[in-house]
């Protein structure tokens, strides 16, 4: 039986159940002290000196690491995982919250109390935490996308076919800084031995951090090794090696000692990035009959100071594809403030853009009086309408209609306020979800041991997703042996490399190494087999491995009898093709959410929801599921629950936890209904996948937002929607 | 600082360790004592990712202080297997994959045990809201309530369709 | 977190003893105390651990409930007398926190536990509650969750109980003991408005400890109700909240209780609205009318202004649901 597509438990299911899967903080290390950051109480200025005096005197104290005595280190420009700083490089604060000092001590109690003891003295500079009053200053960015397309993009032209739209929409749509907030907080613990540092990190990207960390300490790569069997997920704050990972290095060498560095919650706020606050400004005409004519978005997304980096939120890329829409424009701005550097957060671009898009395309669907889905139908895209290309695949009518029907979309009544349960307002909402179908190089290394059990390596990492199991079924296919004979090892770059852990690209770029690393496997095998006596008259294409057995013409030879020569091995190494000249490549989804909301005391709950996905092939319907759900369930926070408060005097944050930043908790998340719209897109990839890791996500806001209005008449143009705006 | 003797029962067997004052029941669970199925994801009592069981009660093990624990029977996510046989919360948790990078599981696994202990037949709405100490951020929820809900039946001995 | 001796007393009277060192705090559940302590909010140098000490008990009886200080708020909540005979201090209980704090922190210590407000739980920023005189930035910052009763220029953190809330309603008197010995304190009197003052939050003497609290039994405490309004619907601080009791005769109010959370810069009772149903008939614009007199001088920003409305939509929907 095929196990690829089987819903299979997670092979890593045992280890998380029992508490026995070890997480970067949790390996034993002997001989490790413990680090803990300093961060600043200022947005903008100098540090002038630092009183180290009580901290340095108290016990267990072995370094206290500032911008006096770091050290330099270099920033590898090559490496796009690298973050610039702060790495206590300098004496400019940019940020309130940036790291300014390190303490190290024997025992974490130690470091924690000592730290409390670092006095600093600044000069401060004028802080810029406003975004809406920089707004006017905005820039476009330097590197768009890596520099793979402008910032700015058009088609027809927006503004004069805006005027002779029959029904218009112009308005403004604002998100909030949202934080990852995964529950495993990050941690590394570094060694080093002699040139040679090992750590031991919570990452969604090994390589990254491998070759960040040889950069920075110019070190060979072969001296830096990675290791990060199991994290407690990332959401893309784990995706970039940012500067706890280096200091904790940094530390490391300087008391020649390993170190082991663990954020706080608090200190997760400031230490790995941020989905950026974005302000959105849309711009659609259509005719009377609902067919688009124009469309505009202009992108406006918050950014630190830019000698940290760049981060610009791509709003608009879903814009550009989503609709059959003559006239488009499209721009990204960025603001610069006194903040951290943001980074990707769930779904980047399309969850704060496609919240905007579709929110837009709800009020018009309401403007033109017409159905929601039928306005989408109407301008249903057959090809890309950007880049003139056929779609790798499309499924988005089937996850309409299948969505719907699994709704009961058909008994909505269009008029807001129109439904009720005693005295509780219905809504019923719907939006598209989209998100590129991405893909990257990676290398498998493949052994078959004496026993005829087979271990696969790479790289890669398992955030959550499934990647233990899935992999495993995608060898245990390609080899014809059972799941139980292999074993799939990841998270150490000692492995061949795997790509990082985002963009919903894993399955689409690991699983074809796989696939060519047992295919190369198998050719050896057989070219052990017709170098055996008497072989001389097989060809090796025509062999087959069945129930242990090499078997050709009339004659057969046990694996085991094979493998007494030796273990067999093999290598193989993959990289998208030139799919993406000749497809634009998409996964697509349907959005529906109820929501209750009590016209009097404004409490909004998500009381039903419906998500139908076209995300390509399914290798596990299982850990499917459980993304799809997870990413619903992200969404629904996105709407109503998630926003990190910044204080707009000191640019400091307010609401550094969880308890004051809200996620969705249990009683917060109804029945979630998935539906995995069946489709095999072997134009994108080998495994016909799509990535599911961010599309659930996408729309959601949106849908959640129309079911919103849908309820209370009420048209609230950001998120999280609170009691208030429906008051 | 001196160190605090401390004498308890961690998992059924009875447990000794020194602790500083200051040491959480968490850190001296992950840190002395070497069981590092409990996790700190807040530090502050909102995510339960370090819930334990404390003589029949179960709390964030990141507020307690360790010294406390003396005399005490204390349950942690390694006690809660018999063996090498799961129990049949983690099974089902297994089962319906209600958990994905596994951060949050054994302070949920946990909590549900201390769940079905109190009331071994709680309505779907009582099952979210004595979960409501227990943050996830992968798996969405929808699938540990049915998890939850399908090994009370279980455990009840009763079938479900 | 700074380091700190732990005394484990073996009576109350050696516990206030130990109490009267200076730097010293009372340890019960822990749950808000170790929170404080590990964020350098609180420093203290020694820790006076009440968990050992017999103090837990809950006494119902025809007369009144009478909870221990160290009641743990989930007994409390599920006790089959209260939930009968003061089921608003069940629901609030029940509202609060999560199961597991629920578990672990006391009645006396939640009395106790300190304001929610970020600016307050961050040493970064200035307050004047943690450091007298440095200045409120939430009176011109983050200040949604803020209070809108009570505030001054010094001070508009919020009370984050709900437990005390229905406390209020219930006309219930704590007892306390210092060196100097015993003394009793209505819930009304207990804690403190912020003035010029938000440092210091109750009428507790240094070293001086909760020991019991006394409730009576009324019609008023069975018939009544708490309801809490919140972003998400479970775990989280009260946006605004109300608790109800009214002691009817028929269809007449004969008198009522009213407090809210979520509100105030302390528990806050609402006598305006009392006073609007006292002697009344329980019809629907009675109890409207009553509702909209909610929030007697309420002080609001930009920010948490529909505080008020929701307050008055709070309350009303609590007397609707308690009358009926």
Redesign the interface.
Known sequence: MAMIGQPL??I????????????AA?F?VPNAVHAVLV?S?IAAGSITGFDLKEASDM?GVLAIITPNNAGKLTHPENVPQAVAGPLLQNKDILF??QHVALVVAE???QA??AA?AVRLTYTRGEAATSMDAMLGQAYPPKHFRNGARPPDTSRGNADESFATGAVKMDATYVTPIEHH?????HATIAAWDGDRVTVWTATQGISGVQSTLAGQFGIDKANVRAICP????G?GSKGNTWPPATLAALAARTVRRPVKL?L???QMYTSNGYRPRTVQKLKIAAAADGALLSMRHDGFSSMSRPSLGEFAEPVALATEMLYACPNVAVTHRLVALNAALPTYMRAPGEASGVYALESAMDEMAVALKMDPIAFRLKNYAETDPHENKPFASKALRACYEQGARAFGWEKRSAEPRSMRDGNILIGWGFATSTYPTNRMPSAVKIRMEKDARVVLQCGTQD????TYTVMTQVAADTLGIPMHHIRFELGDSNMPPGPVSGGSMTVASVSPSVQAACRALLDKIKDRAVAQPGWGGQSRDGLQLRDGQVVGIGQQISLATLLEHGPIEAEAKTQPGDEKKEFSMHAFGAQFAEVRVDP????I?VSRYVGAFDGGNILNA??A???L??????GIGMA??EET??????G?I???????Y???????????QTIIVPNDDKNSNPLGVKGIGELPMVGVAAAIANAVYHATGVRVRKV?I???DV? | ?AKTYVSATINGESAEFLC?T??TLL?VL??VI???????????G??G?CSVIVDDRLVCSCLMLGVEAEGKSIT???G??NGDT?HPI??K???Y??????????GL?VATKALLDENPNPTE?E???W???????????????RAVMDVAADMRGEKVA | ???FTLTQPSNIQSAVAAASEPQTKYIAGGTDLLQLAK??IETPRQLVDLEPLPMSGIHAGPNGLRLEALARMSDVAAHPAVVHGWPVLSQALLASASPQIRNMATVGGNLLQRT?C??FR????ACNKRVPGSGC?AI???N??HAILGVSDHCIATNPGDMAVAMMVLDAELELIGRNGTRKVAIGDFHRLPADTPHIETILRPGELITGIAIPASAAARRSGYLK?????????A?VSAAVALDMDGGTIRSARVAAGGVGTKPWRLPEVEAALTGKPARAATLQEAAGRAGEGAKTTAMNA?KL??LR??V??ALQTVAA
């Not at chain 1, 199991?230 to 997920?233: E, I, M, P, R, T």
């Not at chain 3, 309004?229 to 601080?237: G, I, L, T, Y």
């Open positions: 438990d997670r890593d299911g045992r280890a998380k159940v029992t508490g026995a899967a070890k997480y949790e034993r961060q109480t016990p309130n919250g025992t974490l109690e924690q109390s409390s907030n995964p529950m495993e907080p199991y994290v407690g997920a959401f663990v706080s919650r608090s955030i959550g997703t499934g009097d005391l404004g409490e709950r299982k850990t599921r459980s993304q759900i997870g990413g619903i369930t992200y109503l629950h408060l910044v204080d707009q005097e000191t400091r307010v609401n550094t936890n969880v308890a004051e809200l996620m969705p908790v249990n009683a917060d998340v109804p029945d979630i999280p609170r009691i208030e008051l | 600082m500083e200051q040491q850190d992950r840190d070497g069981l590092t199925g409990s996790k700190e994801g807040c530090g502050s909102d995510c990712a942690t996510i390694e809660i297997a799961l983690q099974q948790f297994l089962e994959a209600a958990l994905q990078c596994g951060f949050c599981t054994p696994i709405t099952a979210r809201y979960l409501a100490g227990n943050l996830c951020r992968c798996t969405g929820y929808d699938k540990v309530i | 977190m700074q380091a964020d350098d929610r970020g600016y961050d040493t970064g920023f930035p011109n910052g983050e949604r969750m309004v919140r972003d998400r619907a479970s775990f989280e601080f946006v529909f409305v929701l939509r709070a009303l929907r």
